[in-house]
């Protein structure tokens, strides 16, 4: 191989080699048989990241996998997992009178239990705008003082961190007109969740790539040692997710889980021990509402005593009220790896991207969305 | 909404960077990794560099793809990726 360049070697076309995906999936087709036969006729991962969910259905190697190995889209779009309630919350923030909603784009079109999103609130008034990085929203509340500047904080480990960075910044500016939601949710409690449930049958993970960045493999160790499910941190092109299959099938083969690295190049055992100690400072674990599963205790982050100031949901005196799902759909059931976007009645029928009903279709990034937008 | 897209730090000014991505250049904030420098190539998400990517780790890796998918399967059981480290 010739030597690339250190720009190239981050760059997409040697992470697509056609011929070396064409052996990788042989030898996973050549793998899944073997291990299917050890795991009951099918073997069944789980990917926990709707980056990962996008970056397969984007390749159209779902249809080249064996029919013995099943890719199932876990808890992992931040908009998915976001209850009922916690949208309905969202929805009243930007009913503040004079308040700026800043938010990341995938947010717009999620439904609260009243059928508004923040489109819709937008068109009835409200101001909202979609930021790049929360940075742009703390530069917002330098420039409009006499605002109230709130943004809608969701996401997992990537994220927290991140939002919690312009907090701090916006903490030592003095800025009293910035706010921000605090509803992250964490990946390791979710994945625990999932694998304690009688009927779980997940025989992977495919554990997401950024979140790791943050918080490194350990983790992620008892899933391997408690629970005997394989893991394995992997990247966003098409190789890596091959590859990263691969690595979880031989784990599967040999009987000897355990948690690998395939995105090496960004991944530390360690994580990103600065990000992660500004996540602690900046936010405590808490109790998180999750769609379709409810709320479990130590499963999320919410503000820290020292940053509670910052909280849009205590400034404003926001209540959390339970609030059932859209009737009929089955994000609950296909977060949790228990139906694929066909087996939902509504799927492509009365829920489509343009008229979503469940967050797994309003998202971009969703299972739902992913699966109509490039078929299975 | 965790995507993170790698770029090359052409400029830093205290806690905050300039990075090019593909020819496209933005402000980026290093709090997350105050130890990145110029030159560095990072993973950004929303604003912030969240990691430092390692050329060669990424130079390796392909190699080891190279190296493993580069040759016909024969059904013998051949070179596991799991020797790429944990």
Redesign the interface.
Known sequence: ?K??T??E???SP??R?R???A??L??IE?LADVAAAKTGGQVNFMEV???HTMAIAASGMRRLFPKTLRMLSGPG???CVTSQGDIDRVLALAAVPGAIITT?G?MLKVKGSKGLDLNSMRERGADVRVV?????AVALAAAEPARQVIFIG???E??A??IG??V??AKKAGLKNFSSTAFFKLVPPALELLLSDPENRIHGFML?G??S??IG?EPYRFVAEKYRVPCVVT?FEP??IL?GI??LL?QVVAGKP?????Y??????GG?P??RK?MEEVFSVCAASWRAIGTVDATGLEFSKAYAAFDAVKRFRIPYSDAPEPKGCLCGKILLGKALPPDCPLFGKTCTPSSAVGPCMV?S?GACAAWFKYGD | ????V?G?ITAVTDNNAEVDF?GVKRAV?L????DAKKND?V?V????A??V???L???????L??E??????G?AV?G???H???
């Open positions: 191989m030597t690339a250190p720009a070697r981050f760059s040697l992470w080699d011929a070396l995906a052996s990788a042989s030898e050549r990241c709707g980056t779009c931040p908009v990341f995938d790049y990085s929360p940075l742009d969701v996401g997992f990537t994220t961190p991140v960075g312009a701090a910044r997401p950024h979140v960045a943050i493999l990247g190789l890596d590859a691969d690595m031989k355990s948690v690998e690295d395939e090496f190049r960004a991944v530390r055992a990103n600065a990000a500004l998202s990034e | 909404m965790c995507l993170a790698p090359k593909s904030s709090d997350l990794v105050p190539y993973l998400h929303a604003g912030f969240i990691q990517l390692e050329p780790e990424a130079q390796e890796t392909l190699k793809f190279k493993i998918y580069g040759k016909a399967h059904g051949s596991p990726l799991s790429i480290k944990p």
